[in-house]
């Protein structure tokens, strides 16, 4: 079966970089994708990647996959209390039926 | 602009008693989804429709229902809601191209059962 796993919480200091991990075992995946929530509020897309790609990067965002070891990887460059939210990792198939992650939940101090 | 629009943002119903919640949205996408989202848990998918076809998940229970009488608009209809059903109930929308398979989500609403 489907499944997505992250850590569960991250606390950096503003200024620093942050790395959140994921992990899937669908090898047939082809989109995924990371998704931020704000306390009380829906799911914001930051980022996503196509299953064969390596890398992508989006402004202070860097998405690394590594289809071999099913391995995701979300980099916040220049980490500001802003980002402190929950971050979730996905997976889809087909077109935008997901499976989630549990969310890691950054915490930015200053 | 709101693309997906969910109301309301709160909803409080008593138990057994139905309650509806509703979804509109601006982007004509062709595919609606509902998510249920448990405290500190991950988004689960109830259901969704492909224009018209609805697409039920094997353990989506049958308490849960679903109605889209039109692209815009998306219902998700709880006939007898119990405790474990309090929520955050996450409305999506996406198109099925390769370049437009982004699911843009709703602000939710939440679910309290009493």
């Known amino acids: 079966g489907e499944d997505v796993e992250q850590s569960l919480f991250l606390s950096v200091r503003e200024g620093d970089s942050s790395v959140i991990n994921c992990t899937y075992t669908?090898?047939?995946?082809?989109?995924l994708y990371w998704y931020k929530q704000e306390p009380g509020a829906g799911l914001q897309l930051l980022t996503y990647?196509?299953?064969?790609?390596d890398m992508k990067q989006d402004q202070r965002l860097t998405v690394l996959l590594n289809k071999k070891d099913k391995h995701l990887s979300l980099r916040i460059a220049d980490t500001q209390t802003g980002d402190s939210a929950i971050y979730f990792c996905?997976?889809?198939?087909?077109?935008?039926?997901?499976?989630f992650g549990k969310g890691t939940m950054l915490l930015v101090s200053p | 602009d709101a693309m997906v629009i969910q109301n309301p943002r709160y909803q409080v119903t008593q138990f057994g008693k139905p309650v509806t919640l509703s979804c509109s949205q601006t982007?004509?996408?062709?595919?609606m989804y509902w998510y249920q989202q448990k405290s500190s848990q991950a988004p689960k998918l109830l259901f969704h429709?492909?224009?018209?076809?609805?697409?039920n998940e094997a353990d989506t229970p049958d308490n849960f229902q679903s109605r889209r009488p039109n692209t815009s608009f998306c219902f998700l209809d709880i006939r007898s809601p119990g405790l474990g059903d309090a929520a955050m109930y996450l409305c999506?929308?996406?198109?099925?191209?390769?370049?437009?398979?982004?699911?843009?989500f709703g602000q939710g609403t939440r679910l309290t059962v009493v």
């Open positions: 999506a929308t996406s198109g099925t191209g390769v370049r437009n398979t982004e699911a843009f």
């Open positions: 669908d090898s047939s995946s082809t989109y």
């Open positions: 990647i196509f299953s064969n790609m």
């Open positions: 996905a997976e889809s198939r087909g077109y935008s039926t997901l499976t």
């Open positions: 982007l004509n996408h062709n595919v």
């Open positions: 429709y492909y224009d018209k076809d609805f697409n």
